[in-house]
């Protein structure tokens, strides 16, 4: 038997529940639990909605001008170098989750910060103005944010009709979701791979104009009813939801209907590819320093391309044929050795390779620098 949702929810004990009541009392701790859900006559989506629009104990105390000290609070997670609040994953995730879902509080003007998670926030009701990286950004019912770790957000004060959801996800989903879209080149693959990069900028955003798309709404807002219907095991059930979520922006995305702030010119730097071709040429692998800046080998192999106008392979036997052409100069090395040590086992190979960068054979190049 259904019952009719309560004033407030119940309180639990955990990290969700420190995360509403300790950190912000901005985002509210979102547990409708323990109610019972019948997808067949919509129950869930409309105690959702009714949920949603009702005042919580947080936005009862702002609509009294009570903030409790929120500045405070907030500090003691931490500042950045500018000073501004630095909110740490796990804050918002909590219990090694790899989700959270929020509601933010109404009748509070949400200080500038930065966070070390990756959100993406849907506009359930009304519009807003935010501020990313300082800039004023427009966003209306139905849209939705994509928004990087460290990019400078604040949020002034939302009004009773102007209701903004927070779906929160840790970089441990990251890769699961780039092996997806692996085929798919967007720039939603692009936020992501970047996001998960141990060298690129962090502070971007992508703006989806989704106010039509029935199923971005209808996926958030079961992903928001399967989140708060029970805790236990339910990231096994939201990961294919997030998933669907993603491919939609993709759409989005190919329809036109996304503006980002990830520029080219901000998108990873190759340079630590180059770096590592450079010191590490006679052994190292497209794979392993892909791996090592967060990146796919197709993604990197891409970077480069338009980076550098070379393929990896290109730039790694130029590095070599360079190398090698420096140890033949120095006349003390035997042809031999020079391919073995710029990384090739088979001297044929080498001489075929050395002819084609330099229009002659290693002993023709030697003869002819020392006859000079």
Not at 20 to 43: N, P, Q, R, Y
Request: hydrophobic content about 35%; some cysteine; glycine content about 6%.
């Amino acid at each position: 038997m259904h019952r009719p949702i309560e004033a407030e929810a119940p309180v639990r004990h955990d990290a969700h529940t420190e995360f509403a009541s300790v950190c912000l009392h901005t985002h509210d701790a979102c547990d409708i639990g323990k109610l019972e859900h019948d997808w067949s006559c919509g129950f869930c989506l409309r105690e959702l909605d009714a949920w949603l629009r009702k005042h919580s104990a947080s936005e009862e105390r702002y609509l009294r001008n009570d903030e409790s000290g929120l500045a405070e609070r907030l500090r003691t997670f931490g500042l950045d170098t500018q000073g501004r609040p630095r909110m740490p994953s796990r804050v918002a995730l909590g219990r090694k989750r790899h989700f959270g879902f929020k509601k933010h509080s109404r009748f509070l003007d949400y200080p500038e910060h930065v966070h070390d998670w990756v959100e993406f926030e849907y506009m359930y009701a009304g519009s807003c103005v935010q501020y990313l990286n300082g800039m004023p950004i427009e966003v209306k019912e139905g849209q939705a944010l994509l928004i990087d770790q460290n990019t400078r957000h604040k949020v002034p004060r939302l009004g009773e009709g102007q209701i903004l959801l927070n779906l929160f996800f840790g970089a441990d989903t990251i890769p699961a979701l780039l092996e997806q879209q692996r085929s798919t080149r967007s720039i939603v693959y692009d936020f992501l791979a970047n996001s998960m990069s141990q060298t690129a900028c962090k502070d971007s955003f992508i703006l989806f104009d989704a106010a039509d798309s029935w199923k971005l709404r209808s996926l958030v807002v079961m992903f928001g009813c399967d989140f708060l219907e029970q805790e236990n095991a339910a990231d096994e059930r939201l990961t294919p939801l997030f998933q669907l979520i993603m491919m939609e922006l993709i759409a989005l995305c190919q329809d036109g209907r996304s503006s980002a702030s990830l520029e080219s010119a901000r998108q990873i730097s190759v340079l630590p590819a180059l770096q590592a071709i450079k010191e590490h040429y006679p052994d190292i692998t497209l794979n392993e320093i892909a791996r090592q800046m967060g990146v796919s080998p197709a993604y990197l192999s891409r970077l480069l391309k338009q980076q550098c106008g070379s393929s990896f392979q290109r730039l790694l036997t130029r590095q070599r044929m360079s190398e090698a052409a420096r140890l033949l100069d120095l006349g003390t090395t035997s042809v031999t050795e020079v391919a073995r040590h710029v990384g090739y086992n088979n001297v044929t190979f080498f001489y075929r390779k050395f002819q084609e960068e330099f229009g002659c054979s290693p002993g023709t190049w030697r003869t002819r620098k020392h006859a000079v």
